[in-house]
Each structure stands twice: as C-alpha cells, then as structure tokens.
C-alpha cells in the first residue's frame, strides 16, 4: 500500500526556517513526482513545489519568491521541503502528494496518493 508520511512542522517566528520531511513506501520511489501542497482553513489546496524522483526536474509555486527548496533522496525514499524566511501568511497544513510519472505538476487532482499532512504556523 502506498504510504506518505509527512514530518517537521511546527511553530516558528518570522524569517525563521523549517525543513519538511515526506517518506514515502508501498511504490518504485523514482518512478514517482513528489508534490508539496499547502492548506489554510477556508482556503483552498495549492501547490508549493514538486520534484520528479526519475529526471530531477522541479516546479514551484510563484508565491515562493525563492524562499523554498525541494530536494529528494532516493536512496531513503524521502523528499525535503527546505522553508527559509517564513512569513505568517506560509501557515498551513502542507501535505506531500504523488502521482505515477514524470511529468511537472502542481494540479491537485492530477496527484493519486496524500499524506496526513503537517502543521506549520508561524507567527509575527
């Protein structure tokens, strides 16, 4: 069963940093892309950023203005999402999310498989 586990959110001040962690098991990990998505309450999903595990290319949302960084190990079958200088508008739930392929994309209904998701809040 495909399985995606997200890890490292949490609370931190403005213009800190956090380094999200997604494991993934249950698939051929570099036969995968490996989406981040974000939720705020009344809002709706939206996409931060995705890497293909087989060619390395990557996307990511404007909003990020070259805060973010997404990298993936594949001999852990793990993707980070590394968050520098976060504001208080980045507080979300963020998910990490897969799909079979390599194409780039940030469409949520184009991702098969979500994660339970993490918190982040980050305050003023």
């Known amino acids: 069963e495909v399985q995606l586990v997200e890890s490292g959110g949490g609370l931190v001040q403005a213009g800190g940093s956090l380094r999200l962690s997604c494991a993934a098991s249950?698939?051929?990990?570099?036969?995968?892309?490996i989406g981040w998505f974000r939720q705020a309450p009344g809002k709706e999903r939206e996409g931060v950023s995705c890497?293909?595990?087989?060619?390395?290319?990557?996307s990511y949302g404007d909003f990020v203005k070259g805060r973010f960084i997404i990298s993936s190990d594949n001999a852990k079958n793990t993707v980070y999402l590394q968050m520098n200088s976060l504001q208080p508008e980045d507080t979300a739930v963020y998910y990490c999310?897969?799909?079979?392929?390599?194409?780039?994309?940030?469409?949520?209904?184009?991702?098969?498989?979500w994660g339970q998701g993490t918190q982040v809040t980050v305050s003023a």
């Open positions: 249950g698939f051929t990990f570099d036969e995968f892309v």
């Open positions: 890497i293909s595990n087989s060619d390395s290319n990557t």
């Open positions: 999310a897969a799909l079979g392929g390599s194409w780039i994309t940030l469409d949520v209904p184009d991702y098969d498989y």
